[in-house]
């Protein structure tokens, strides 16, 4: 069973440019997650979806983060413009259905830098 | 947001020692999942805990829910190499049934 897709890998871009990742889940899996992980630190959630329907987005930084999953499938990171706290590895993870007894599958990460 | 601590933030062993980590928090958490992170690479979930005083054990890894739910404890046998990597410890609270709040990390190193 293929693992959840993550892309790019790596990218650096300068601040206040703008930036996306994107994200494919394990084949059937209704939730999907956006972490974001700080050097040095555990993984905090952005935003959760359950299919295409934002089910959590409470420590997303709205006024410069959106994330989008049209068809309840893949989905998109983006940030615009991009400051350089936000430095760190973007993980996507996916889960068949919400809540603790789901487990949660995460994909490799992008990691970004913001110069 | 709900905190958790772990500790300690590192660890040195020699290949063969017994490993334990702890993760405390100030308030009450239904469930208690311990990840493992390698270099590159997402969590992987090891082991999950959904009941206070329960045990569980994966292989050599055991882990455990406190029996005040403000902490959890994993522990990991007969170290060999592939242990190295970083141990999360994570949880859903009650007041946030959908949010996975993760630890710190630890940094666990396995010297030959």
């Known amino acids: 069973e293929a693992g959840v897709a993550q892309s790019p890998r790596y990218k650096i871009i300068e601040k206040r440019q703008s930036v996306a990742f994107w994200c494919n889940p394990i084949?059937?899996?209704?939730?999907l997650y956006w972490y974001q992980q700080i050097l040095g630190q555990g993984p905090k959630l952005l935003i959760q979806?359950?299919?295409?329907?934002?089910v959590d987005d409470s420590q997303l930084p709205k006024d410069r983060f959106s994330a989008e999953r049209l068809k309840g499938v893949d989905s998109t990171l983006k940030i615009q413009p991009a400051k350089l706290e936000d430095s760190a590895v973007y993980l996507c993870?996916?889960?068949w259905g919400g809540g603790s007894y789901n487990e949660q599958f995460f994909g490799p990460g992008t990691r970004l830098t913001v110069l | 947001g709900q905190q958790l601590n772990q500790s300690p933030q590192s660890m040195f062993i020699q290949e063969g020692e017994d490993v334990s980590m702890n993760c405390t928090s100030s308030s009450i958490f239904n469930t208690w999942l311990w990840y493992k992170q390698d270099p590159g690479e997402g969590p992987v979930l090891l082991i999950a805990?959904?009941?206070?005083?329960e045990l569980t054990s994966n292989g050599r890894l055991t882990a455990q829910f406190g029996i005040t739910r403000k902490d959890s404890f994993l522990n990991i046998s007969a170290s060999i190499p592939s242990d190295v990597g970083i141990y999360f410890c994570a949880g859903y609270s009650p007041g946030s049934a959908r949010q996975l709040t993760f630890g710190s990390g630890t940094q666990l190193t396995v010297l030959p």
């Open positions: 979806f359950q299919n295409n329907g934002v």
């Open positions: 084949s059937g899996h209704a939730t």
């Open positions: 805990l959904y009941k206070a005083g």
């Open positions: 993870a996916s889960s």
